[in-house]
């Protein structure tokens, strides 16, 4: 019989049932549902590009290519892992060697990315070694690409290098991924809380920070707080 | 007033409580220090909502400009985290209050990305989302030409901007049910489409819209004392606005025709015909050349809108995906008390279709699973791109959205503008940049 089955995936469980509330009995006969989260993703080559078939060399390539070859030969050196989803590349840069890249993808004929369009954070509290993730999404006026640059940080030494330097305008931006997130961007010349008060306790964009929030009454029942209700995730 | 030293302040503190500039006056022209440094905000009128600008004088003129934000933080990212993709909308809308459509096309086209189905968005939709989309261009410009004016000391301006933007929401208002925050662009499409009539009032609205403009024109072109405030101030070239990012009627102001609806069309813009304008003199007057061409431009896309929507292959066509899983709340209609569930999808999941009500049920209740990965998604909104950063681990509720608003990036280029200026140009520097501070702090 097993033979007929499918395999069972290798990834960590992501959540167990059909809904976020684990009190109570299961009455939907999905309690034993298992939702394995996704594996990271890495892109083999050709790359293609944002538009047309895949599997045949594109723009993506081409970026690559150009960042390989200023970096003198191997873009593994300096980068983790290539992902090309939806349309969009990807590259995740090791932290060491970030300013270093960007440098690079902005002064180069064939890259320059002249504009950044700022900085994001995300927080992957399960992926151990680097739940933290500075994100850059950059823009090329001259050749009209676009590129993400990822960069990750653990948890106990959340510390990534800014990039100041080469983009004035990740000023702000850093700070409020600091703010958000508790990202430290080595090298900034005043990272400090932008949006939450200065004497603000913790980084609120973080998963392990609480929403908040109060029950209230509407029309004879009570509604719970929007982190309390009952979640399908 | 009152002076005290306070060991954390540089220098003598004055509190200033009204009535008593004669001894300001006198306490300062007698102090050991030239500098002077002040507060510009939080509550003052001319910063655009609550932005507080820190300015560090020498006599009339700023030597050193900071910029403090962060008192309209309302979390809305956070908060989006705990909602349904669907639910975003509503939260996206309220933002850059003055620009809610383009706010919710960023959102909506990011989690489409994320979904695959940015293809598949019935013409119809598109269509509306960029009429949507232009009469909102219009309705931001005008305010920010109205405050503009008044900021400068002119009302007349602030009165017609007011007025011409009233026509803009009354549009809104007939189309969606709401003048402001409307959440009408949904993921998927639209929330409803055209209501009969709007058609009509729309092409109403063009014809009387290039008149006011050519008013609002004459008054201000030319205008010696609007000139002479605005002409040469707050310059900002283009390598400054590469470097701080700005983009937007400043980068444009700058000569750079960089506008996405060209370089990276959505909706469809690129079967539209119109102008990127530009002007080349990097200064607040060239900022307001570009919004008032814009206008012009937006009329133009309007009207070409407004045929398609209007003409026979796009007529009764749906505005929402149709795809059963997805397509929610497409079954809404604006009945004689407001915007509500339409009659005849009630009377549809209630009495002919089991399924129907599944889906209804599911969709309202739990939403739609996006597949897990990360997307950006940039439209170019009045002031400048703005791009959502959306990232899903496969749940029915958002993992993290990010807006890059212009607004926020924009501001960064204050010191740059101001410093070495007058005090008064500031007022004209952080205006033409047009920041709306719902935008700025999220």
Request: charged share 25%; glycine share 10%.
């Amino acid at each position: 019989m097993t033979e007929n089955l499918p395999g069972v995936p290798e990834e960590p469980v992501a959540r167990t049932g059909m809904f976020g509330a684990a009190d109570g009995g299961d009455t939907s006969g999905y309690g034993g549902l298992v939702v394995r989260r996704a594996p990271q993703l890495s892109s083999p080559r050709p790359y293609g590009g944002p538009v047309g078939a895949a599997g045949a060399p594109g723009d993506f390539d081409e970026v690559a290519d150009g960042l390989e070859r200023v970096l003198g030969g191997d873009l593994s050196d300096a980068v983790e892992r290539v992902v090309v989803d939806r349309g969009e590349l990807t590259f995740h840069v090791k932290r060491e060697r970030l300013v270093e890249v960007l440098q690079h993808l902005r002064d180069d004929p064939a890259l320059r990315f002249e504009l950044s369009l700022g900085v994001s954070g995300v927080h992957y509290p399960h992926e151990t070694g680097a739940e933290l993730r500075a994100v850059i999404h950059l823009c090329s006026l001259t050749h009209n690409r676009r590129l993400r640059v990822e960069v990750s940080a653990p948890d106990s030494d959340p510390h990534v290098p800014s990039t100041m330097s080469v983009y004035p305008t990740h000023d702000w931006h850093e700070r409020e991924t600091y703010d958000f997130f508790g990202l430290i961007f080595d090298g900034h010349p005043a990272l400090t809380r932008i949006e939450m008060p200065d004497d603000w306790d913790g980084h609120p964009q973080r998963k392990d920070y609480p929403l908040g929030g109060i029950p209230v009454e509407y029309r004879g029942a009570e509604i719970p707080a929007p982190d309390e209700r009952r979640s399908y995730a | 007033m009152s002076t005290a030293y306070d060991e954390a302040a540089e220098g003598k503190v004055f509190t200033v409580s009204g009535n008593d500039w004669d001894e300001v006056v006198g306490a300062v022209s007698g102090a050991d220090e030239e500098r002077l440094v002040i507060n510009m905000g939080p509550q003052h009128p001319s910063t655009h909502g609550v932005l507080r600008l820190v300015l560090t004088l020498d006599g009339e003129t700023v030597t050193e400009a900071r910029t403090v934000i962060g008192y309209l933080h309302t979390g809305i990212e956070k908060n989006m985290e705990f909602r349904t993709w669907t639910q975003g909308t509503t939260f996206v809308t309220r933002m850059d209050y003055l620009s809610p459509i383009f706010n919710e096309t960023a959102y909506c086209m990011g989690v489409e990305k994320l979904l695959g189905i940015t293809d598949r968005i019935p013409e119809r939709a598109q269509v509306i989302r960029v009429l949507m989309m232009e009469l909102n261009r219009i309705s931001s410009h005008l305010m920010a030409i109205a405050t503009f004016g008044m900021e400068l000391g002119a009302t007349t301006p602030f009165l017609f901007g007011n007025r011409e933007r009233e026509l803009v929401l009354d549009l809104f208002e007939y189309i969606t049910g709401l003048r402001m925050n409307m959440a009408y662009i949904r993921p998927g499409g639209v929330s409803v489409d055209l209501p009969a009539g709007a058609v009509d009032k729309i092409g109403e609205f063009l014809k009387i819209m290039p008149g006011r403009i050519k008013d609002m024109r004459k008054m201000l072109d030319e205008n010696p004392a609007y000139t002479r405030r605005t002409k040469d101030v707050a310059y900002l070239d283009l390598t400054g606005c590469m470097a701080l990012g700005v983009t937007g009627p400043v980068l444009r102001a700058a000569g750079l025709p960089w506008d996405l609806r060209k370089s990276q069309p959505y909706c469809g813009y690129e079967t539209y015909e119109f102008d990127v304008p530009i002007e080349k003199t990097c200064d607040v007057y060239g900022r307001y050349l570009v919004r008032m061409a814009e206008m012009e431009q937006s009329l133009k896309i309007i009207s070409q809108a407004l045929d398609r929507v209007s003409g026979a292959e796009l007529k009764g066509q749906p505005v929402m995906i149709e795809d059963k899983k997805i397509g929610w709340p497409a079954q809404l209609a604006l009945g004689p008390d407001g915007f509500g569930n339409s009659p005849d999808h009630i009377a549809h999941i209630m009495g002919t279709s089991m399924e129907a009500l599944i889906h209804h049920f599911k969709l309202v209740t739990e939403g739609f699973r996006v597949p897990a990965g990360q997307a950006y998604a940039a439209v170019e909104s009045p002031r400048g791109e703005i791009g959502a950063h959306v990232v899903s681990d496969g749940g029915t509720r958002p993992y993290r959205v990010h807006f890059r608003d212009p607004s926020f990036t924009n501001l960064q280029a204050i010191p740059a503008t101001c410093e070495g200026g007058m005090i008064a140009d500031v007022i004209a520097a952080v205006a033409s940049l047009d920041p709306v501070m719902g935008g700025v702090d999220r």
